[in-house]
């Protein structure tokens, strides 16, 4: 009986791992166990003998199980120790940086022209980029010689063979869209259209895609005085200054008559563009009295109504604004390419905030 106790304390001390541990339990303890064997031959002995050894064979067998007990929650605790030590983390760690976006500088300036002329009782119209010819072209009395019309100047849609019918077209402005709202919601109507455009055009200052602008008023009595009212009224909320004076040069588009390129008095005084004084003016957009055949296109009755009409360019106002100094800013909407060529927008504390990582 002391042989076994000491036999399997000691294996019990000496295993390893719990898989020896548990060999060491089978060897005793199993069900073929040497342990349970002798417990089994308990049977076979006269009542004095059982007597005798009984008791002592009990004592055994639980002094082996709480020291198989104790032993396996050590090992237990020394596995839990080394897989804290393998697989700590530090908490306190900075996260990863994370890339974070910021809105386009286009978007915003859609976003802002869109509030300022909302605030004037402007709703946004929207359409298509792909355009029919009439929409493009002849409801805005282009002449079907007119330059804009020719292979160089339009990206015209591929026609299957043998289809003879216009071509569709990548929209040259959004005026399509108010002839469509025109003929939508009648007069008197006041809209504004917001969106891109496409032009075969590339080199430094122009993108084959663009942004554009353009606004509509019709009513009984819209004159070209309201037009100048609503512009500079535009020109003072987007560049956030106090005065701005306009310049309206006479002009010509085929869609107005009379038609007016609108230029805005400013400096640019080191490098530094300041809008609203100054000895020089920029040109910023084009306007006029929307031409009667024009209206007609859009359902509208040149004899009972009229109204004014512009067009401007957001990729080059956003610049303007922003101190953009070069197109490629824009490109791949790429933050980098942003902060290289300069958005001034990012220096704002509240845009920078989400920036700063
Ligand atoms: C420019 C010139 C302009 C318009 C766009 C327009 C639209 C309709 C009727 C009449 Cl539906 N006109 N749009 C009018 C004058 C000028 O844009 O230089 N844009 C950058």
Redesign the pocket.
Known sequence: MAELRGKYLDQITAVADIDALEAVRLAAMGKKGEISLKMRELGQMDAEARQRVGPALNGLKSEIDAALKARRAGLEDAVLDARLQAEWLDVTLPGRPRPMGTIHPISQVMDELTAIFADMGFAVAEGPQIESDWYNFD??NIAPEHPARQEHDTFFMHRAEGDNRPPHVLRT???????R??QDQGAPIRVI?PGRVYRMDMDQTHTPMFH?V???AIDRDISMAQLKWTLEEFCRAFFEVDEVELRFRA?H?P??EP?A?VDIRCSWEGGQLKIGEGKDWLEI????M??PQ??R??GIDPDQWQ???????IDRIAMLKYGIPDLRAFFESDLRWLRHYGFAALDQPALAAGLSR
Not at 285 to 288: A, F, I, Q, R
């Open positions: 409801a805005l402005h959004t005026s399509p869209v108010q002839i709202a025109m259209a554009q353009e606004g509509l002009s588009f869609f107005t038609s390129e957009l084009g306007s006029g929307v031409h024009v209206l296109a859009g109204g004014f009409a512009f067009g401007l360019g």
